[in-house]
């Protein structure tokens, strides 16, 4: 019995990817995944989530995870579709996964309708979808871990070149970088996305 266990990180953020990761392994393993200290991303600090990455991927059959990029982000937003967008991802990790039943954190309000729109999309799949998976379910739990870790590489490769701060619209630094790279550019970089209404605003008074 292969069970999957899917997540996203960096959907609120102004900058940087959306992350889609997904692990499937056999329901007898589980266990391992709990013994390992595995739960919600949220509540591991950066430097246990990295060794817990490492750890997953020896446990786990097989995984997958996926970067969305602000443009793909944007032309979703546009269409008011940004859970389609999800929807369709999730429903690519379990097409390539191929699991018995795929437990999925779901972003959309209401879950079920979204469970249903990734099996659709995944060729009637079994997708059991909830609210705060990662925090009630070990694999989703695991992926929500391999979804933050790589989202977190990607903002670090920025940070080489950009101090940009966390790329939270709350984040004074984020805002401050945006604004002060649209002043002398007249144009946003790549990563930002257009379609934020922060993003938007800076662009306005600017």
Known sequence: ???????????????????????????????????????????????????????????????????ISPKSIDASVKKHCLNGLEAKYMAKVVSKLNPDISYVDSCDVNPKRFGKEISRLSDNHKIKSYHRADSRFVVVSAASILAKVTRDRAIARLRKEHDLGSGYPSDSVTVKFVTKYYKKNHKMPSFVRKSWKPVQRIIENN
């Open 1 to 67: 019995m292969q069970i999957c266990g899917i997540d996203d990180a960096g959907r609120g953020p102004m900058l940087g990817p959306l992350v889609i990761a997904g692990i499937s392994l056999d329901k007898k393993k589980l266990k391992k995944l709990t013994l390992l200290g595995v739960k919600d991303s949220k509540k591991l600090s950066p430097k246990l989530r990295e060794s817990l990455y490492k750890k997953i991927i020896e446990i786990v059959d097989d995984y997958y995870v996926a970067k």
